[in-house]
């Protein structure tokens, strides 16, 4: 490098806080997926574009599917041990993380602020990562969501979440499958084959995923970080957990719902069952840490960077700031 | 802002050739859609995770739909006169900008390096910005490419696109409609509402979508950069395109090819047209610049910063680079 470049790499670390967004790179990737042949359909003369030259397209051969998508932020003025990887909930894509609906900082922006390398995904059948036919190859049909149905069930009514853009939320979710973890746990896999040792934040349908891709891989994560978990990993296998900590954050208005409360008590449960075999897991409700009213979208509420510090502060605590 | 805040901006400014991305802002959101009420269906029982807590899914009620998604990253050493907004072709998302499938610098990362404001987006139902329901909301069925298929259709044999990492750009590729358009149009036309005056790049399928939303709003589009367009604007409205400067940029290998001589063609006598309305109208066929061995993914190819130079150029002698 040369005197130059040294000093102004100096230089933006040192005005990082004052720089919003000072990256020494930033880019994205597809990782994982496999192959499927197709026979037997009829061939296709398709016009992509109006008044265009017609193509006939052949559906027959073979298709590469269940790839995820996967776009990183790496600051210049880097403080974190390992990569931060932020999975997403179910329904939604990466796009959770990136700015609030009503327009502030989310947990990507200002992470990547923190100085933490961050890799933000879409998993498998979300966003930019596609979606394959079905049921040829996926073997259900996709679920879709009417605009009001999430706001019950995410526990929105009288919460920190920014209602008046919640209709910009309601954008952000796509369709889901509910036949397609076994992909997805696949897609996660080999991501964390690729960018770990690392650290993984996870939300909702993503619990399964964090926790499970942990068990597969032990020695690759170093911690993680279940936010409002929906799903767990696999209670034969905790013991392969019991050296990753493991911070579990729940909201605001459990008590009140109809579902959250058995939701948590399992997610605590498997917490309770990763420490009975020798690990060391915290579990926060963040009522009981002074911060109320936080919504499932704890990514998104008003005080969503209040909460991005508690996790800042619990991976302080782990050794894995410098 | 504080004196150090200013000392800091004026050294990342000076710094931001050597600090590979030094942003003032970045972020996403969503622009566009509308509702759509569905009835008669029945209530599904769903458990989202598997050992989850059922959830019943009322599937009728009001969904919002075809909307968009749009990320942007914001230089700190701002050079170019307006924003410049990057749309894709079919089949693909806002990834075709970035990172190339062999992992080098794709034409967001350039662009912005080069201090534009640039805005790069998935269409409606591309990507992140999620798709509806078929046939009740959406009118046709999606097309799913096998992973030979754009191959041939791109020209890709023998040109300068990375082949050995053909997988990854296949990754790429999600299913689209061909019966989407007007959606498309309807919110990239909210976009430019939104974030314009500004100069748009578009590629391929966007070849209609770029000249059909300068149309409709022709005092908010200051350039058109079309990169190898598949279709064009309206031909009754040419007139509305006479103040906004307009390039057209060709790869290689088109003569030798079944249907770009012809796609060609079209685009060429679109641009006549435009010229002949009083319009100023460049058309570049990169062979004839010197520029060799391009497919119709010239933003991915192995000479492709060659390619955004070029254009660089380009939108610096239209006045709208400082």
Same mark, same amino acid.
């Given at each position: ?10 230089? #933006? ?11 020494? *790179? ?16 009829? =061939? %296709? ?22 790839? @995820?998508?996967?776009?990183?932020? #790496? ?10 990887? @932020?999975?997403?909930?179910? +329904? ?10 009503? +327009? ?17 995904? *879409? ?12 049921? *040829? ?9 009417? /605009? ?6 995410? &526990?929105?009514?009288? $919460? ?12 952000? =979710? ?7 973890? *076994? ?10 084959? %690729? ?24 020695? /690759? ?11 767990? +990993?696999?209670?034969? #296998?905790?013991?392969?957990?019991? !050296? ?11 008590? $009140?719902?109809? &579902?959250?409360?058995?939701?948590? %008590? !399992? ?25 109320? +009213?936080?919504?499932? @979208?704890?990514? @998104?509420? &008003? !005080? ?17 700031? &410098?």
């Amino acid at each position: 490098m040369s005197a130059r470049a040294t000093l102004c790499m100096l230089l #933006l670390a040192g005005c990082a806080a004052q720089a919003p967004l000072a990256l020494r *790179d930033m880019g994205s990737f597809h990782v994982g997926g496999r192959e499927v042949t197709l026979s037997g359909k009829p =061939v %296709k003369e398709v016009v992509f574009t109006p008044g265009g030259v017609p193509a006939k397209v052949d559906p027959n051969g073979t298709y590469l599917v269940e790839a @995820m998508y996967v776009q990183y932020f #790496l600051p210049a003025n880097k403080r974190g041990a390992l990569p931060l990887l @932020m999975w997403h909930g179910g +329904g939604l894509t990466g796009v959770t993380y990136e700015t609030t609906p009503d +327009g502030r900082d989310g947990w990507l922006n200002w992470f990547v602020k923190q100085g933490w390398d961050v890799y933000n995904s *879409d998993a498998v059948e979300r966003g930019r990562a596609g979606w394959a036919m079905y049921p *040829d190859i996926f073997k259900s049909e996709p679920l879709f969501l009417p /605009k009001d149905e999430p706001f019950g069930r995410f &526990r929105m009514k009288g $919460s920190q979440f920014p209602v008046e853009a919640y209709d910009n939320f309601v954008r952000q =979710v796509v369709p889901r499958w509910t036949s397609t973890d *076994d992909a997805i746990i696949a897609a996660y896999t080999e991501l964390v084959d %690729k960018v770990c040792p690392c650290a993984i934040l996870f939300h909702s349908q993503a619990g399964q995923f964090g926790f499970k891709v942990a068990q597969a891989r032990p020695d /690759k994560v170093k911690a993680l970080i279940a936010v409002e978990p929906a799903g767990q +990993g696999d209670p034969k #296998l905790v013991d392969r957990l019991k !050296n990753i900590p493991t911070l579990f954050v729940y909201g605001d208005g459990i008590a $009140s719902d109809a &579902r959250w409360p058995t939701i948590r %008590k !399992n997610g605590v449960a498997f917490g309770d069952a990763i420490r009975a075999a020798g690990g060391k897991v915290e579990v926060v409700d963040l009522p009981n840490a002074g911060i109320r +009213g936080n919504s499932h @979208m704890l990514m @998104m509420d &008003r !005080n969503n960077l209040e909460v991005a510090a508690l996790i800042q502060r619990w991976l302080e605590q782990q050794g894995l700031y &410098r």
